[in-house]
């Protein structure tokens, strides 16, 4: 029974390996796409002082995300890049507290390098030659870039929505799109891959990104890093990678 | 297949409950399914614009697919079956990669090769003028790719396992080899060329993540139903479910009225 032997040795290396893993508590924080890097900094630095909590990020369009939740996904931490998906997740009743306001974006235009469509704002959206993607309706990022061409009066000639602000970026990157709106946060992100052209103050969004406790949650860990999060030490962080923390 | 052994006796109990919590892997999804339909809201939610310009989608691109597959997919099985050449076991394995690889991945890697700045998309961009990101050829190229290792691997294995003397008495005869590709082995494996066909077709129907990756998500264009499916379970649940509901029946229509066509005699 040679077969035999491999599974038995098969089964006892899953075994060891998941007895290898350390006794942290894992806490899941779900959070919005546009969090990734910082997010990934702050797990770092989070872990570091905290070497008893394991964080594990789930990364997704937010409201990927509140389906995820609403479903009965396991979620320690919510972070939404906006405010009405938080509050469909507080009707739910799933909150285990009020959500805090802990950062704040904007939108800004990003194209490739270089510009290829010679693009100048949100104005140009309604030129037909170009290649232009947004953020999906439902998805933070979509909403809010729908909400900003209306401020200027631009009809949007799209050729994607995406699904999560990630994934346009990609498409930008790429030099499949000439241009898609995103955050400031997300160009920054993205170095010299992508160009952002500012949107103007007046014409521009301001994304509010609220952070919960969710019900059932491992309290300690959970708590924790919502108050790290909070801390000056969070914000600086948060600041570092864009974000307008108040 | 011969020696076919179906037995009348009562089935052990060690393979039925098994076989049973297996079942359930596939029955339980579809009862969550069945039970979340809005079933009074079903007509109006399949009616709206939305289900019905990603139906056409679906239908032209899976249907296209599957076109494509048969046309490049059929050749590349019978020189994978029958042609001699180093490195022959690295080629099948490349051929059949897309059916391990995660669809996204397939999907980023079109963008790259066929975008618009992409190794073999920017040529063919400035000689042709086709871009293929964001337009319906992107999704029937994405679906293709995902779908074709499919009809390849279900032919290539009837290729595989064909009786070479009935071919082989047709050469003698003077048959041309084209002419016994023609006459003698596509029939010969007609069975299993027909359940390749229903199996990519039925891959490309229900394609997601390359598509989206690659051609994108907008309505009319390159909305298919999964995609449509996707979109709506962010912002219209019921929309969602009903889509899904679509997606199950034609897919388990094909694959049932197929299945009891040609399989049964293979």
Redesign the interface.
């Known amino acids: 029974m040679k077969n035999a032997s491999w599974i038995v040795a098969f089964l006892a290396v899953a075994v060891l390996v998941s007895c290898g893993s350390d006794e942290r508590t894992e806490v899941f924080v779900s959070a919005a796409a546009s969090l990734t890097d910082s997010f990934e900094a702050i797990e770092e630095a989070f872990e570091e002082r905290n070497p008893s909590v394991d964080i594990v990020l789930n990364l997704a369009?937010s409201?990927?995300l509140?389906?995820q939740i609403l479903a009965g996904a396991p979620a320690d931490v919510f972070a939404s890049a906006n405010e009405s998906v938080m509050d469909e997740i507080a009707g739910a009743g799933l909150l285990a507290s009020a959500a805090t306001v802990f950062a704040t974006n904007r939108l800004e235009v990003a194209v490739?390098p270089a510009n290829p469509g010679a693009i100048s704002g949100l104005g140009d959206f309604d030129r037909e030659e170009l290649?232009l993607?947004l953020c999906?309706?439902?998805?933070p990022c979509g909403d809010f870039a729908i909400e900003a061409l209306r401020i200027v009066g631009v009809d949007p000639m799209?050729?994607?929505?995406?699904?999560n602000v990630r994934?346009l970026l990609?498409?930008v990157e790429?030099?499949?799109l000439d241009a898609g709106i995103v955050y400031y946060t997300d160009v920054l992100a993205a170095h010299d891959r992508v160009e952002g052209i500012p949107i103007p103050a007046e014409t521009n969004v301001v994304a509010r990104y609220p952070i919960a406790v969710l019900q059932g949650a491992v309290d300690t860990g959970a708590a924790a890093f919502v108050a790290f999060v909070l801390s000056a030490d969070g914000r600086e962080i948060l600041a570092e990678h864009g974000f307008g923390t108040r | 297949m011969t020696g076919r052994a179906r037995t009348k006796q009562r089935p052990p109990l060690l393979l039925v409950v098994p076989a049973f919590v297996g079942l359930l892997f596939f029955a339980v999804p579809l009862i969550g399914l069945l039970a979340r339909t809005p079933w009074g809201d079903l007509p109006e939610l399949l009616s709206s614009s939305v289900v019905v310009d990603a139906f056409r989608l679906s239908l032209l691109a899976s249907i296209g697919a599957t076109a494509l597959s048969a046309v490049f997919g059929v050749p590349l099985a019978w020189v994978l079956a029958r042609v001699e050449f180093p490195g022959r076991s690295i080629i099948r394995g490349l051929v059949l990669l897309p059916l391990v690889l995660p669809p996204v991945v397939g999907g980023?890697a079109l963008?790259?090769a066929l975008?618009?700045?992409?190794a073999i998309g920017e040529p063919l961009n400035e000689l042709t003028g086709l871009?293929l990101?964001?337009s319906t050829w992107g999704v029937v190229v994405a679906a293709t790719f995902v779908s074709m290792p499919f009809l390849i691997i279900t032919v290539e294995g009837a290729l595989s396992s064909l009786d070479g003397r009935h071919e082989g008495a047709a050469a003698t005869l003077g048959a041309t080899r084209w002419t016994v590709v023609r006459r003698i082995t596509l029939p010969m494996i007609a069975p299993s060329l027909a359940a390749g066909l229903a199996l990519t077709w039925a891959r490309a129907f229900g394609e997601f993540g390359a598509t989206?990756?690659f051609a994108?998500?907008?309505q009319g264009?390159?909305q298919t139903l999964p995609l449509a499916v996707?979109?709506a379970?962010?912002?219209d649940?019921d929309t969602a479910i009903a889509i899904s509901l679509v997606m199950v029946v034609v897919s388990l229509t094909v694959l049932v009225l197929l299945r009891n066509r040609w399989w049964r005699t293979t």
């Open positions: 369009g409201s990927t509140r389906e490739p290649v993607g999906a309706s439902g998805v799209v050729d994607t929505y995406e699904p994934s990609t498409k790429s030099g499949d | 980023a963008l790259f975008g618009r700045r992409g871009v990101p964001f989206i990756t994108g998500n907008l264009r390159t996707f979109v379970l962010e912002s649940r």
